[in-house]
């Protein structure tokens, strides 16, 4: 874990509305935390991995996250401000998580939908016109015997019914993946949220020193 002593703040104003879409907001009490310097101290664990780089001034954290491990708890999240504050005069732990994993699963269902509108589209184009499988027809040559004979000339076979039909782009697939990836943000971004509070609930409230250890984050 890399820390550093220089702080960034996070941007001023409230969040836009269509940022919850991959920000992660809440506050957690502070628990047995007596400081804000304390309740970093408790939260140091979750930053020790590889890849992550913290920076704290006075009562803000930041941190991000660069190519970070599978076993890193806040691996979805890329970079996060968390402080220590007071709200209806109660001491809490306030924090704004940022996951481009989350803004990706929301974008592609967006993507796969506008494939499955464009093949919906340019089928009637790929599909030739009657005209035109007319011409297509070959005539089968006729034997000169069962011509003098005056036996019919032989039928081109006859295409399966459906056949055309089924050589056709179809949407399918991307309304499957669509689909797919609906499913992957929604429950995503329900359960990380949920996990990540109870990460830090968990560990503020926390009163063994030696699971997050008295090495300041500073």
């Known amino acids: 874990m890399a820390v550093q002593g220089a ?10 509305w269509y940022e ?14 007596r400081s804000a310097d304390d309740a970093f101290d408790r939260l140091a664990p979750l930053f020790r991995h590889t890849g992550t780089t913290v920076r704290q001034q006075g ?11 599978a076993q890193d708890p806040l691996a979805v999240f890329d970079r996060g ?11 809490v732990l306030r924090y704004r998580l940022v996951s481009r994993a989350l803004l990706f699963c929301f974008l592609a269902p967006l993507l796969f939908l506008a494939f499955a509108q464009a093949t919906v ?9 009657s005209g035109e499988a007319e011409k297509k027809q070959i005539q089968l040559p006729q034997n000169r015997i069962d011509k003098a004979l005056g036996a ?8 399966d019914a459906g056949g055309d039909d089924d050589k056709q782009p179809k949407p399918t697939a991307a309304y499957i993946f669509a689909g797919i990836f609906a499913l992957l943000y929604v429950a995503g971004r329900i359960l990380e949220s949920r996990l990540v509070r109870r990460q830090f609930v968990k560990h503020l409230a926390s009163d063994d020193e030696t699971a997050w250890g008295r090495d300041p984050v500073m």
């Open 59 to 69: 009562a803000t954290l930041t941190f991000s996250k660069t190519d970070p491990a």
């Open 152 to 159: 019919p000339a032989p039928e081109p076979k006859k295409k």
């Open 121 to 129: 589209l340019v089928a009637p184009w790929a599909k030739p016109s």
């Open 7 to 16: 702080g960034t703040s996070s941007r001023p104003g409230a969040p836009r």
């Open 81 to 91: 401000v968390i402080e220590a504050t007071t709200a209806s005069g109660e001491p």
């Open 20 to 33: 919850a879409i991959w920000h992660v907001e809440g506050e957690v009490p502070l628990g047995a935390a």
